[in-house]
């Protein structure tokens, strides 16, 4: 079946740009997570949904960090105002349980770039 | 605060020697670990985890890790590789309804 899908798998913008990066979780699955990988490191926490809401945001690195989904499926993570430190890659999972403490399915992520 | 330490960040293996890859942790509860493995090209994937009960986890492909309370570890091991297992492998404690942590990851490279 289809798995997790991120897109652009590849974002490139200018310093002071918003960006926004969309994630399509696995059909039905309840709970949808946004993970910033930086260079030689593992996945950081961002954020975490189940269904619409946003139940933990205590990973977003600033207040130009901005995730939704507004219908319980698709997400959107918008970075507004990109600075050279937001280059990353931008994990999305998710999981057909509730609750952080379960398994989770990725997908093949979002490389972000900032000039 | 609560950490993941991977301490192997590059190790190179030949094909079927033993693995053993290493994971501590930093949190005094109760804890869930787990696994993942990103094989090239590919995103990450559940490995194994560990909830509660018998502290040697059996995973796919042919891994397993123990869970040691008393050393603060979750090791992975693999009685003999394959060339296939070149990957990237991570480990993460949750913590907590809220809280996962992952290690910075260890690249694992099998000579064939």
């Known amino acids: 079946g289809a798995g997790v899908s991120q897109s652009p798998r590849y974002k490139v913008a200018k310093r002071g740009q918003d960006v926004a990066l969309r994630c399509d979780p696995i059909s039905g699955h309840v709970s949808l997570f946004w993970y910033q990988q930086a260079l030689g490191q593992g996945p950081e926490f961002l954020t975490y949904f189940q269904n619409e809401a946003q139940l933990d945001k205590s990973g977003l690195p600033s207040d130009r960090f901005f995730a939704e989904r507004p219908e319980g499926s698709v997400s959107t993570l918008k970075i507004q105002r990109t600075q050279q430190e937001d280059s990353a890659v931008y994990l999305c999972a998710s999981s057909d349980y509730w609750g952080i403490n379960q398994p989770q399915h990725f997908g093949d992520g979002t490389r972000l770039s900032i000039l | ?112």
Do not use: M
Request: hydrophobic residues 40%.
């Open chain 2, 1 to 112: 605060a609560q950490s993941v330490s991977q301490h192997n960040h590059h190790v190179i293996l030949s094909e079927a020697a033993s693995l053993e890859l290493g994971c501590n942790y930093s949190y005094g509860g109760t804890v869930n670990l787990f696994w993942y493995v990103q094989y090239p090209g590919q995103h990450l994937q559940l490995l194994l985890k560990y909830f509660s009960g018998d502290p040697l986890v059996k995973g796919i492909k042919g891994f397993e890790a123990e869970f040691i309370k008393s050393k603060f570890s979750f090791n992975l091991r693999k009685p003999s590789v394959q060339w296939s297992d070149t990957a990237e492998y991570f480990c993460a404690l949750v913590v907590g309804d809220d809280k996962i942590i992952f290690g910075k990851g260890t690249r694992l490279h099998i000579l064939p």
